[in-house]
């Protein structure tokens, strides 16, 4: 059992910077893919970042590419998410999630997800 607890999310204004970490326990994450995902108010849940067990290889959807980078420290079982150049249609609650994949993962299909953490992009 993996869990995934998010931490980072806040306030902040449009064009602003955020840096989200995500910290895993229970297992090592080290031959885990991951990802970040988010889902505002009365939407559907969106695809955000991916990255493989290495970090060598990384996927981001168009809305958000350029702008958000994920990253991981598998000495530190943590992941992260910098989102730069924010807007207020990046307000939404944010996600982490890991799959036992030495793969990378650009679907919905993750095996244990965060109670995730809130972002509010202010205009």
């Known amino acids: 059992q993996v869990l995934l607890v998010e931490s980072g999310g806040g306030l902040v204004q449009e064009g602003g910077s955020l840096r989200l970490s995500c910290a895993a326990s229970g297992r090592t994450i080290r031959s885990y893919a991951m990802g970040w995902f988010r889902q505002a108010p009365g939407k559907e849940r969106e695809f955000v970042a991916a990255?493989?067990?290495?970090?060598?290889?990384?996927y981001y959807p168009d809305s958000v590419k350029g702008r958000f980078t994920i990253s991981r420290d598998n000495a530190k079982n943590t992941v992260y998410l910098q989102m730069n150049s924010l807007n207020p249609e990046d307000t939404a609650v944010y996600y982490c999630?890991?799959?036992?994949?030495?793969?990378?993962?650009?679907?919905?299909?993750?095996?244990?997800w965060g109670q995730g953490t809130q972002v509010t992009v202010s205009s």
């Open positions: 990255i493989n067990w290495s970090g060598s290889r990384t």
């Open positions: 999630a890991a799959k036992d994949s030495i793969n990378i993962v650009i679907s919905a299909a993750y095996d244990y």
